[in-house]
């Protein structure tokens, strides 16, 4: 009997790796679902998963919670800037309880990408080499559902703004990178590389053109340069610091970033991908 672990088993990436390890055939009781706050985990525990309580800057509550694991989904953590503190106590609490592989979410060609969002996950991917598990990378590419979050203001607008130009993007559904993960928990052998990304290859002024369609109003792309965008971001309630991490991510999508060919997402999935118009339109919905 192998025995599973997801960290940030709540969030949205955790919490469909969980389901999609079940519907892959996994046991629920032989998965354990790592949370900060046990209450929003009653879904998981109602489905047979053990739940067990630990925040990533915990390492006592992260050893025992790990305790009897097998193979850990070891979700990158969401606060930029101190990623790195909180993956090292994952991995040192992995260490201690013995787990035998860890699949890590990095970020699509974190060896060489130019985005200041890959600098941490790039020295998880060290950590991870000098750790002595297993490891399997997950290098994630942009979710479509990070471009449904700018529907609504695009759409009462006109405009969808970014600092892209004329780059290209290839997004993928968050349930999409979910279920790779879970097979490749299930299923890859150590020292696997997948780059993630969707099928289709599209411009900024194609994701308009999607918002467009979809809500049944004019939107068109409105390209601005990387410190105004960021600026707009901040005007639009997001924090100074990570609104300049959005700006350059979209100025390293304009460089092709955020672009791949790589058929690893569908290929580990064993079937093709959520198109991005059916993502944007749940949204609209």
Sequence with gaps: MTRYAVTGATGGLGSAAVHSLIERGVTASDIVAVVRDETKASGLAAAGVTVRVADYADPPALRTALAGVDKLLLVSGSEVGRRLPQHTNVIEAATHAGVGLIAYTSIL???????????????????????????????????????????????????FAGSAGDGVVAPAARADYADAAAAALINAPAGAVYELAGAEHLTYADIAATFAAVSGRPVTYRDLPEAEYAAALESAGVPAGFAAVLADSDTGAGKGALDSDSTDLADLRGRPGTPFTEVIEAALN
């Design 109 to 159: 060609r974190a060896d060489s990408s130019p985005l200041v969002l890959a600098d941490e996950h790039r020295e998880t991917e060290k950590l991870l080499a000098a750790s002595g598990i297993d490891t399997v990378l997950l290098r994630n590419g942009w979710y479509t559902e990070n471009y449904a979050r700018s529907l609504a203001p695009a759409v009462e607008s006109g405009v």
